[in-house]
């Protein structure tokens, strides 16, 4: 760690920001420390995907594609780290357990990716919603975040542009879970897990 913290440069991003856009040439591995980043790709028809989120201790870059394939922007006034590409690989040949540990985020990074095309492909908006806010709870656990509370810092929109839905259509689907006793709503940026078996099997075998 202290060697990687001496390639390290920190960064501040303010709400919106744009830390790269598809298409730039990769030149560093971001590390986010606070805050949400959002990983978008625009559709040709003009439209706007979501393919991912980022938080705190997620990794940015770990491919070895040649340019960004998203735009990466901040969802709220967020905090990064950034290693140059050539100071990472160095330090990933030198100590062997942190090239473990990238390996894990790298893997976990495709899982994420390969349960995002499943959400798209599901007919019904309850069960993307539910299979999202068990993959945060999950994310969330691992930070040591009480497991019945989902913290979501993005919105409503950016929900939707992630599960392929309206923006109406969450709302909907939240207040649905909501009278279904499976969740409560105590703030706009938290939920509640009231029923977590109950949403598991709404969520179905991807959860």
């Known amino acids: 760690m202290a060697a990687l913290d001496q390639v390290t440069q920190p960064l501040r991003l303010a709400a919106g920001a744009t830390l790269a856009r598809a298409g730039d040439t990769r030149q560093y591995v971001y ?26 201790g997620d ?16 969802i709220g006034e967020s905090r990064a780290c950034r290693t140059p590409l050539a100071d990472m690989r160095r330090l990933r040949e030198r100590y062997p357990q942190l090239e473990r540990k990238l390996m894990q985020r790298t893997s976990m990074e495709l899982a994420a990716a390969q349960d995002a095309g499943l959400l798209l492909a599901r ?9 999202f806010l068990l993959r945060l709870g999950a994310r969330g656990a691992l930070s040591g975040h009480p497991t ?7 919105g409503r929109g950016d929900i939707a542009d992630h599960l392929g839905l309206t923006m109406e259509t969450v ?37």
């Open 123 to 131: 007919l019904q908006p309850s069960e993307r919603l539910a299979h």
């Open 171 to 207: 709302s909907r689907t939240f207040t649905k879970l909501r009278q279904q006793a499976l969740i409560a709503l105590p703030q706009l940026h938290k939920v509640q897990i009231l029923d977590l078996p109950g949403l598991q099997r709404l969520a179905g075998d991807i959860a």
């Open 59 to 74: 990794y940015v870059g770990l491919t070895e594609t040649l340019r960004h394939r998203h735009d990466i922007e901040a």
């Open 148 to 154: 019945d509370v989902v913290m979501l810092p993005m």
């Open 31 to 56: 590390t986010l420390t606070d805050g949400a980043l959002r990983l978008v790709r625009t559709l040709p028809d003009g439209r706007r995907q979501i393919t991912g989120f980022v938080l705190p």
